[in-house]
T-cell receptor, first 114, second 114 residues
Framework: DQQVKQNSPSLSVQEGRISILNCDYT??????FLWYKKYPAEGPTFLIS?????DKNEDGRFTVFLNKSAKHLSLHIVPSQPGDSAVYFC?????????????FGKGTRLSVIA | GAGVSQSPRYKVAKRGQDVALRCDPI?????LFWYQQALGQGPEFLTY????????KSGLPSDRFFAERPEGSVSTLKIQRTQQEDSAVYLC????????????FGPGTRLTVT
């Protein structure tokens, strides 16, 4: 039973447009969410995170939105650049009652077309 | 200022062989994690160390898997009597804090069991 779901295995976006990557979760105890980016033959690298006390966190071109009632978060990249082409993983954890290991989704492969 | 390093990067083992995978975390990071990433999946948690103490090994798939971090720095993941289903990328990550904090990943070891 997958607790973190990324239902789109792939996404193609034109350079300069907005990329929106989605993530759903089932465990209502999750209170901390992260996005990781992965290039081929490299380990995932941390991109941005959000705590459940917030509904938005922004860092440059990257914004993460959290909708707790829908158990949904999304990562917006604007404007998209060819260097953003990678696999993006959503991850979740419980911090407030035990600091549990990260649970990852299956990833979404983003292709930004020049 | 080196990141997390892992060796070997690639390992081919015959079914039934034992393998040992090494992880060198970022200097000063007290927490170390091992993940298994099968093809087309996200990383799945295996085990977690805080310094030399193994605090969580709930993700280890069988008693053929064993991890150690005897001096609180370098860690080794050992798989005994490898099976074909053990074929995956094994990722190591380290962090300054607990499991939910930003984790820095190594490039992984791709294990192929033939």
């Amino acid at each position: 039973d997958q607790q973190v779901k990324q239902n789109s295995p792939s996404l193609s976006v034109q350079e300069g447009r907005i990329s929106i990557l989605n993530c759903d979760y089932t465990n209502s105890m999750f209170d901390y969410f992260l996005w990781y980016k992965k290039y081929p033959a490299e380990g995932p690298t941390f991109l941005i995170s959000i705590s459940s006390i917030k509904d938005k966190n922004e860092d440059g071109r990257f914004t993460v939105f959290l909708n707790k009632s829908a158990k949904h978060l999304s990562l917006h990249i604007v404007p998209s650049q060819p260097g953003d082409s990678a696999v993006y993983f959503c991850a979740a954890s419980v911090v407030n009652s035990g600091n549990t290991p990260l649970v990852f989704g299956k990833g979404t492969r983003l292709s930004v077309i020049a | 200022g080196a990141g997390v390093s892992q060796s070997p990067r690639y390992k081919v083992a015959k079914r039934g062989q034992d393998v040992a995978l090494r992880c060198d975390p970022i200097s000063g990071h007290v927490s170390l994690f091992w993940y298994q990433q099968a093809l087309g999946q996200g990383p799945e948690f295996l085990t977690y160390f805080q310094n030399e103490a193994q605090l969580d090994k709930s993700g280890l798939p069988s008693d053929r898997f064993f991890a150690e971090r005897p001096e609180g720095s370098v860690s080794t993941l050992k798989i005994q009597r490898t099976q074909q289903e053990d074929s995956a990328v094994y990722l190591c990550a380290s962090s300054l804090g607990g499991p939910s904090y930003e984790q820095y990943f190594g490039p992984g070891t791709r294990l192929t069991v033939t």
